[in-house]
């Protein structure tokens, strides 16, 4: 059998160590399949029903796993599906390699059915972006493509025209011009930089650091692979380490260091620890809430791409380096504080809420809070478990009852915080690590989007549990109404989905769930099964998600929106009521 170009790109996905790739197939890139088909026993391909899941997918396989990501689809309209999946990988850096079809070389540019320019919209996605023109430089362009997407975190992408896909591996045309060149031969070979800053830097640093009073410490994503590091240089400094969302994984929920997130998901303590600190200490962070961050504060910042250096606040001291090893460099510079009635402080106000968190979580409040939900999965879920979750008023439930313990890693869309990657995030993972436990803890609205995705998961055979949080409505944009004065709008669904019939008809498990005493059940039977399992919970809809303060702004807006009539104001007030009753008791 004739060797045809299409395989030399299979080839060296191979040579890299990709193992998996995720996608959709289409006329517009037979050729590679067919290339797939000739290697399977070498490289996975996934199917998928929508190329969007398959984006999403790429992205969680290299944020669970720090290798590349690679998604495939169609010319034309297979290729524009991936885009939200693929702005999920640019915006939180990520490693991945979108690959697609494009038409004949011999209609390009005459208007041929499904003819898109994937190379040209891809343009502000991408920091490799080109079209495959000429087989036999297909080894090199994946080998700049992958290395590219690795040293810069996002996403590279190679659109083949099917006549190249399908064209002899061999094929080399004439080469033109004075003949100063001939195809390039590359290796497939990546070599990362270790990146530590100058000394004088790490004296400033520290200098400006050993100073500090009152230093609270800021841990995002960067940071994940650094969490004794950032324990040992906490200790030191007498820090309370505030997470944002992304870098919930860093360190332990409850250990005696950390005060939980920050922001409208975060925690009161770690709102007043930003506020009362003299020196901010920002690791492996971009987060983008300047509002929550000290405005008189002096800052240091461990950053690995110098163009995010001080985006956020001026600094005093600009360490450009990795995370980790930047730590190792600097903690040997800090003096222990004696002082830490600033740490103390926080400790005794992180007590206090998780005192008021389990009041929210009790099993004897009717209908089913979603906190309560959330943190029965957390009791029963596994060490090791890993969680994916939607954007919304979902991501408030898990950042603040599903604690980070063993060796947990927590997953969601960061800083695009799109809807519906939750399912396809959970089934990447489920891929990546097999043996252990996978959850997707999703609402409604975003579940109903890529729903076809439990069918994947049951006929690939991925035991993932899924857990729909379903309160028939779009929970975070109706409270977003709310805050600004405006009555709620177009945000509820007329009934209620029940998603559990399709679940079972997938293949896999589904339980509905109405009452508070058969949650625990559910759950438990749920992580039980070998296999999927969907476990549908009908929620209190008129729970809110408080911010950690309520700021003035915010409750008056609440009132404006209940004078202008909003919906449900009755139910919404009693629940609200109610929360801070059961907070007081507690």
């Given at each position: 059998?004739?060797?045809?170009?299409?395989?030399?790109?299979?080839?060296?996905?191979?040579?890299?160590?990709?193992?998996t790739v995720f996608g959709l197939p289409g006329d517009g890139i037979?050729?590679?399949?067919?290339?797939?088909?000739?290697?399977?026993?070498?490289?996975?391909?996934?199917?998928?029903?929508?190329?969007?899941?398959?984006?999403?997918?790429?992205?969680?396989?290299?944020?669970?796993t720090g290798k590349l990501g690679v998604c495939l689809a169609t010319?034309?309209?297979?290729?524009?599906?991936?885009?939200?999946?693929?702005?999920?990988?640019?915006?939180?850096?990520?490693?991945?390699?979108?690959?697609?079809?494009?038409?004949?070389?011999?209609?390009?540019?005459?208007?041929?059915?499904?003819?898109?320019?994937?190379?040209?919209?891809?343009?502000?996605?991408?920091?490799?972006?080109?079209?495959?023109?000429?087989?036999?430089?297909?080894?090199?362009?994946?080998?700049?493509?992958?290395?590219?997407?690795?040293?810069?975190?996002?996403?590279?992408?190679?659109?083949?025209?099917?006549?190249?896909?399908?064209?002899?591996?061999?094929?080399?045309?004439?080469?033109?011009?004075?003949?100063?060149?001939?195809?390039?031969?590359?290796?497939?070979?990546?070599?990362?930089?270790?990146?530590?800053?100058?000394?004088?830097?790490?004296?400033?640093?520290?200098?400006?650091?050993?100073?500090?009073?009152?230093?609270?410490?800021?841990?995002?994503?960067?940071?994940?692979?650094?969490?004794?590091?950032?324990?040992?240089?906490?200790?030191?400094?007498?820090?309370?380490?505030?997470?944002?969302?992304?870098?919930?994984?860093?360190?332990?929920?409850?250990?005696?260091?950390?005060?939980?997130?920050?922001?409208?998901?975060?925690?009161?303590?770690?709102?007043?620890?930003?506020?009362?600190?003299?020196?901010?200490?920002?690791?492996?962070?971009?987060?983008?809430?300047?509002?929550?961050?000290?405005?008189?504060?002096?800052?240091?910042?461990?950053?690995?791409?110098?163009?995010?250096?001080?985006?956020?606040?001026?600094?005093?001291?600009?360490?450009?380096?990795?995370?980790?090893?930047?730590?190792?460099?600097?903690?040997?510079?800090?003096?222990?504080?004696?002082?830490?009635?600033?740490?103390?402080?926080?400790?005794?106000?992180?007590?206090?809420?998780?005192?008021?968190?389990?009041?929210?979580?009790?099993?004897?409040?009717?209908?089913?809070?979603?906190?309560?939900?959330?943190?029965?999965?957390?009791?029963?879920?596994?060490?090791?478990?890993?969680?994916?979750?939607?954007?919304?008023?979902?991501?408030?439930?898990?950042?603040?009852?599903?604690?980070?313990?063993?060796?947990?890693?927590?997953?969601?869309?960061?800083?695009?915080?799109?809807?519906?990657?939750?399912?396809?995030?959970?089934?990447?993972?489920?891929?990546?690590?097999?043996?252990?436990?996978?959850?997707?803890?999703?609402?409604?609205?975003?579940?109903?989007?890529?729903?076809?995705?439990?069918?994947?998961?049951?006929?690939?055979?991925?035991?993932?549990?899924?857990?729909?949080?379903?309160?028939?409505?779009?929970?975070?944009?109706?409270?977003?109404?709310?805050?600004?004065?405006?009555?709620?709008?177009?945000?509820?669904?007329?009934?209620?989905?029940?998603?559990?019939?399709?679940?079972?008809?997938?293949?896999?498990?589904?339980?509905?769930?109405?009452?508070?005493?058969?949650?625990?059940?559910?759950?438990?039977?749920?992580?039980?099964?070998?296999?999927?399992?969907?476990?549908?919970?009908?929620?209190?809809?008129?729970?809110?998600?408080?911010?950690?303060?309520?700021?003035?702004?915010?409750?008056?807006?609440?009132?404006?929106?209940?004078?202008?009539?909003?919906?449900?104001?009755?139910?919404?007030?009693?629940?609200?009521?109610?929360?801070?009753?059961?907070?007081?008791?507690?």
């Amino acid at each position: 059998m004739d060797k045809i170009a299409s395989e030399l790109l299979v080839e060296r996905l191979i040579d890299w160590g990709v193992d998996t790739v995720f996608g959709l197939p289409g006329d517009g890139i037979n050729g590679i399949m067919e290339g797939l088909r000739r290697h399977s026993d070498r490289l996975r391909f996934v199917l998928v029903h929508h190329e969007e899941s398959a984006a999403f997918m790429a992205t969680a396989y290299s944020k669970s796993t720090g290798k590349l990501g690679v998604c495939l689809a169609t010319s034309g309209p297979g290729g524009l599906h991936l885009i939200n999946g693929l702005y999920d990988a640019k915006l939180d850096h990520v490693p991945v390699l979108a690959i697609t079809g494009v038409q004949s070389t011999t209609q390009l540019g005459t208007g041929f059915q499904q003819e898109v320019h994937l190379d040209r919209t891809f343009l502000d996605l991408c920091v490799y972006n080109q079209m495959i023109l000429v087989p036999v430089s297909i080894p090199t362009m994946v080998d700049i493509a992958v290395r590219t997407a690795l040293s810069q975190r996002g996403v590279s992408h190679l659109t083949f025209p099917v006549d190249m896909q399908e064209a002899p591996a061999d094929l080399k045309p004439y080469e033109g011009g004075l003949g100063t060149a001939r195809v390039a031969d590359t290796a497939p070979i990546y070599h990362a930089p270790r990146v530590v800053p100058e000394a004088a830097d790490l004296s400033q640093a520290a200098e400006i650091l050993n100073a500090g009073k009152k230093v609270v410490m800021l841990v995002v994503a960067g940071a994940l692979h650094a969490g004794d590091e950032v324990l040992q240089a906490a200790d030191a400094l007498a820090s309370p380490i505030v997470k944002s969302l992304m870098g919930k994984a860093v360190v332990p929920d409850r250990h005696p260091l950390t005060v939980g997130g920050l922001g409208l998901l975060g925690t009161k303590p770690s709102e007043e620890a930003m506020e009362g600190c003299d020196t901010v200490f920002l690791i492996g962070t971009n987060f983008p809430y300047t509002a929550y961050l000290p405005e008189q504060a002096r800052a240091v910042q461990i950053e690995l791409d110098p163009t995010r250096i001080g985006n956020r606040l001026p600094l005093e001291a600009a360490l450009v380096g990795d995370s980790k090893q930047t730590l190792l460099e600097l903690i040997p510079l800090l003096q222990r504080k004696e002082d830490r009635k600033f740490l103390e402080k926080s400790q005794d106000g992180m007590r206090k809420w998780f005192e008021g968190l389990e009041d929210l979580e009790s099993p004897e409040r009717d209908p089913i809070q979603p906190q309560y939900l959330m943190r029965v999965i957390d009791r029963l879920a596994a060490d090791d478990a890993i969680l994916c979750s939607d954007s919304g008023t979902i991501a408030t439930c898990a950042a603040r009852h599903f604690d980070i313990r063993g060796d947990r890693k927590f997953y969601l869309s960061g800083n695009l915080a799109t809807m519906a990657p939750g399912l396809p995030y959970a089934i990447a993972d489920q891929v990546a690590y097999p043996d252990r436990q996978v959850i997707a803890f999703v609402g409604d609205g975003g579940f109903a989007m890529l729903m076809a995705e439990f069918h994947t998961a049951c006929w690939h055979r991925l035991p993932i549990k899924v857990v729909v949080c379903n309160n028939g409505m779009l929970g975070q944009i109706l409270w977003e109404q709310m805050a600004l004065g405006y009555p709620e709008h177009g945000v509820r669904f007329a009934t209620h989905m029940d998603f559990a019939p399709w679940a079972e008809s997938c293949g896999g498990l589904g339980i509905h769930v109405e009452k508070v005493g058969d949650v625990e059940p559910a759950i438990r039977e749920a992580l039980e099964h070998d296999g999927p399992a969907l476990v549908d919970v009908v929620v209190n809809p008129d729970e809110p998600p408080m911010p950690p303060k309520v700021k003035y702004d915010e409750a008056k807006g609440f009132a404006e929106s209940f004078l202008k009539g909003t919906p449900r104001r009755a139910t919404i007030a009693s629940t609200l009521f109610r929360d801070k009753l059961d907070q007081l008791k507690g």
